[in-house]
Every structure is written in C-alpha cells, then in structure tokens.
C-alpha cells in the first residue's frame, strides 16, 4: 500500500503555477472515513416540577370550600351543583398543575359572570368574578413560572 504523497504530487506548470497531479502508476490510496455526525444535545426539561405556588393552592382551596358551603346552603339551584362539581375538577388541575382545565374554567366562570350581571344576582357576581380573578392570577404566575425555568434550563 503506498502512501498518500506518492499518489498526489505537486506539478509545476511552464508557467510556475503549482497544480496538483496524480501518478497513475501509483495505487489510489483508500477514501477517508465519513465523519461522525455531531452529537445533538436534547434537553429535557420537565414541566412537572414547576408547580403552582402554594398560596395558589390555598386560595384555590378557600374557594373550594366557599363552592361547597354555598352548594350546602342553595341546593335548589342546579347552577350550585354544576360550579361545585366544576370548582372540585378545577380544585384537582390545580393540585396536579394543570393549566389547560384552568383556563377552560375560567371561561366558563366569564359566562356565569355574564348571566348572573343580567340577572342581577348580586352573590353569584362577586363569587364568579373572584374566582375568575384568581384564576387568571394562578394561570399568569404558573406561565411567568415555566417560561423562567426554560430560560434557567436552556442557559
């Protein structure tokens, strides 16, 4: 086997430019390796442990409470026992950081708020616009929470 400098060998032209030349007579040296393709460094960053603030949980479950004390004393209405069993679903994407129940919550919480500001029902408006309050305030800070934990992992 020869080496590569007797198979490319510099030529010089009349015109004293350097060329590169090939000596047939020589064996062709074997083609180089193929580079390994560079490593790609995949993060994971686990969302799961950025959770919603305690003082979160607590108001959630002050409000929890709230829903079942009122469900307790108005259980006539049929609107106590639909927002009781959606603050217990709410209560439970809160305890398991879930963003997305809380969002579709709060929309529904806007809806109630609408109806009950037309019917005049003074209790259900506060009540509403309270825990529509706080669940934005749980879904801001929870999102201000992960984006600053993807800044800190991608960093």
Not at 51 to 68: A, D, P, Q, S
Not at 93 to 108: A, G, M, Q, R
Request: glycine share 2%; net charge negative; proline share 5%.
């Amino acid at each position: 086997m020869t080496t590569t400098n007797e198979y490319y060998n510099v030529v010089i032209n009349p015109d004293n430019i350097p060329v590169i030349g090939i000596n047939e007579a020589v064996e062709r040296p074997p083609p180089l390796p193929l580079p390994e393709p560079e490593r790609i460094r995949v993060r994971n960053i686990d969302l799961r442990s950025v959770e919603i603030r305690k003082v979160y949980k607590f108001i959630h479950f002050i409000m929890f409470f709230t829903t079942i004390m009122g469900t307790i004393i108005y259980a006539d209405d049929y609107k106590s026992l639909m927002d009781m069993f959606l603050s217990t679903i709410c209560y439970v994407s809160v305890l398991e950081n879930k963003i997305d129940i809380l969002k579709i919550y709060t929309f529904y919480l806007s809806v109630c708020f609408t109806l009950a500001s037309y019917n005049s029902n003074f209790l259900y408006i506060i009540y509403y616009f309270v825990y529509s309050i706080l669940n934005m305030c749980t879904s801001v800070h929870l999102t201000l929470d992960r984006r600053d934990y993807y800044i800190s992992q991608l960093v």
